[in-house]
């Protein structure tokens, strides 16, 4: 029962992972394109979902930074463009 209990749980992680992976892309998409149109109180609610999602995905910290730059908290840019290289 208990080998029955892990194989689906790594059945159900290569199943569901993928699909957090393209929610996570979608979000900075659409993200960039709030960020570009000049909503970036939008665009920021959206990178930090991606984040929450996937932590590991350093273009959601990376956009975020851009974002933060556009509002001129270069202090706050900075820790994102820092954490997006893994520093």
């Given at each position: ?21 393209q929610m996570v892309v979608r979000l900075n998409v659409d993200g960039s394109r709030k960020l570009i149109a000049g909503d970036v109180s939008g665009a ?44």
């Amino acid at each position: 029962l208990h080998v029955k209990r892990i194989l689906l749980t790594v059945a159900l992680a290569l199943l569901v992972g993928p699909l957090f992976s393209q929610m996570v892309v979608r979000l900075n998409v659409d993200g960039s394109r709030k960020l570009i149109a000049g909503d970036v109180s939008g665009a920021m609610e959206l990178f930090k979902r991606a984040i929450e999602i996937d932590e590991a995905y350093s273009k959601s910290y990376f956009n975020m930074g851009l974002a933060f730059y556009k509002q001129g908290k270069y202090d706050f840019a900075a820790r994102f463009f820092f954490e997006s290289l893994g520093v």
